[in-house]
């Protein structure tokens, strides 16, 4: 008889392999290739400062779930107002774009605001069919080609007409009073969900898996190389070292595109072909530790021009200024490019000098003897981009992988643009339809929130091995 490591396996100790590790009635447990929880949403310390792997905040709009991450943090939480700027010509606006027209150049806005109230692009893409339609049927050619085209294609990395309506979902769509009032100079807040985050006080955004380890039993250094289908029809993994281990089910995390070629089976060239088309951009992150006072305290600056290759920096001790030493600040760049664009083919040198020039002569950092950290790091993987043929992809992939009994959950592996919030909510409906409950989903949803949070509270009620 084979003995089961465990009844379900879970490859991968980021947000969602923790989240559904919790959620799960039956034992399972979690193999992770690294040393320590996170993921993508995991940090690192450097001469006294905490960084993200790409700046992270916590926000939602889903007020269970945002309760439940906060609970999570117990003490080790702070709430922060949103200071965001947009750069344009030669100034800051607020953020979102749409809520501070009066900021720009008179003709610009008078150019936005005209085309948003009298936009003909509003019949002529009543239903629109790619992100480039729905943007000029909601917002008008005016803001559209000051703003949302050329940011939105300098971090999706493809032209918005081919960008699938699947991402107007997660773009806000402000009252036209606001607008016409943001044009006039009325003060108006938009993106309300995102008007105050939430962030650790210590240990940087991955303190929140940090808390979530506490229930879960996790195999560090365990980097699946191979998943293979046993007689008795287990799945077994076998790790690089030649390590294996054998589950009754199998959950992974593990992005879609490196799991295909460990499959120790065969995989339909129409499944093989639909994962060459998902899309995920890689990206440099540029982080800076700097001597002084940071005045401005702004959470985010976002950067539309194509000749600054930095779409955003963000400001880390602003999250929490427990990120960095007394009297010191810090800023880290984000440059999000396709994979073998030039950018991407760049020398860390030339990262880090192309983004130290461009904030500099923006003022927006410090001459060079103020800086006393700087480094690039590559990401491999950041953005999940929804092109037109995204969804027909996705669906057919994730099909398959049900198919031979192997649930694919989180951003690089089920293949969505979540965060760390919907990354809970999609562990939770998965965990409700293994464990076999039904009824309300409403009342199951407070149900496992609860009791996942009783159960993180405990000391480790489990060990780490
Ligand atoms: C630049 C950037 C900015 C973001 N900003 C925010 C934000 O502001 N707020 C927010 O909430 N979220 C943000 N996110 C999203 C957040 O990082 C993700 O939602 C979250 O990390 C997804 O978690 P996951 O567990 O699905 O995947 P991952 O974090 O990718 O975790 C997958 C895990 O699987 C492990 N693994 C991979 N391969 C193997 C293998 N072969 N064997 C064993 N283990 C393996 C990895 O080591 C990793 O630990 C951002 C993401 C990026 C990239």
Redesign the pocket.
């Known amino acids: 008889m084979t003995m089961l490591s465990s009844q379900v396996g879970i490859?991968?100790?980021?947000?969602?392999?923790l989240a559904v590790s919790f959620f799960l009635k039956d034992k399972s447990d979690i193999?992770?290739?690294?040393l320590h929880v996170?993921?993508?949403?995991s940090s690192f310390q450097e001469c006294g400062f905490t960084f993200d792997y790409?700046?992270?905040?916590?926000f939602s709009r889903d007020q269970q779930i945002l309760d439940f991450i906060i609970a999570s943090l117990g003490e080790n939480v702070s709430k922060c107002r949103r200071n965001n700027k947009i750069s344009y010509k030669d100034r800051l606006i607020k953020y979102p774009f749409e809520n501070d027209l009066t900021s720009l150049p008179l003709e610009d806005n008078y150019a936005c605001i005209r085309d948003f109230i009298f936009n003909p692009c509003k019949q002529e893409f009543s239903i629109p069919k790619n992100m480039r339609e729905w943007f000029l049927k909601t917002f008008g050619e005016g803001i559209c080609t000051r703003y949302l085209f050329p940011y939105n294609e300098k971090v999706w990395n493809i032209p918005v007409e081919q960008l699938s309506m699947a991402l107007a979902e997660r773009i806000p769509n402000p009252p036209p009073e606001d607008i016409l009032k943001s044009s006039l100079g009325y003060s108006t807040e938009g993106y309300l969900h995102q008007l105050y985050y939430f962030y650790p006080k210590k240990g940087g955004y991955q303190a929140i898996c940090e808390a979530w380890k506490k229930s879960a039993t996790i195999i560090y250094q365990?980097?699946?190389a191979k998943i293979q289908r046993t007689n008795s029809g287990n799945i077994k993994l076998i790790d690089t070292k030649g390590n294996s281990r054998i589950y009754n089910r199998l959950i992974s995390?593990?992005?879609i595109h490196?799991i295909v070629n460990k499959l120790d089976m065969e995989v339909p060239g129409e499944i093989q072909s639909a994962i060459s088309q998902l899309i995920v951009n890689p990206?440099f992150v540029v982080s800076f530790g700097i001597r002084g006072v940071d005045h401005n305290q702004y959470t985010a600056v976002y950067f539309p021009e194509s000749e600054f290759w930095v779409n955003r920096i963000s400001y880390p001790c602003t999250f929490s200024s427990e990120n960095g030493p007394k009297e010191h600040w810090s800023l880290q760049a984000?440059i999000t490019c396709s994979k073998g664009s030039d950018v991407w083919c760049k020398t860390d040198a030339e990262i880090l000098m192309h983004t130290k020039k461009g904030l500099q002569q923006r003022n927006l950092l410090p001459p060079d003897n103020e800086i006393i950290l700087e480094r690039v790091d590559r990401?491999e993987r950041?953005y999940v981009v929804y092109d037109v043929g995204y969804e027909k992809n996705a669906e057919k992939v994730r099909a398959w992988f049900t198919s031979i009994g192997i649930h694919l959950?989180?951003?690089?592996?089920y293949f969505e643009y979540?965060?760390?919030?919907m990354?809970v909510d999609r562990a939770l409906k998965l965990a409700i339809e293994l464990n076999g409950d039904v009824g309300d989903m409403l009342e199951l949803k407070s149900l496992y929130l609860e009791r996942a949070l009783a159960r993180l509270k405990l000391p480790n009620i489990c060990s780490v091995e």
């Open positions: 490859i991968g100790a980021g947000p969602s392999g193999v992770e290739s690294q996170g993921g993508h949403a790409g700046p992270h905040i916590l365990f980097n699946v995390t593990m992005p490196e990206m984000e990401q950041s959950l989180g951003r690089f592996s979540i965060n760390v919030d990354a």
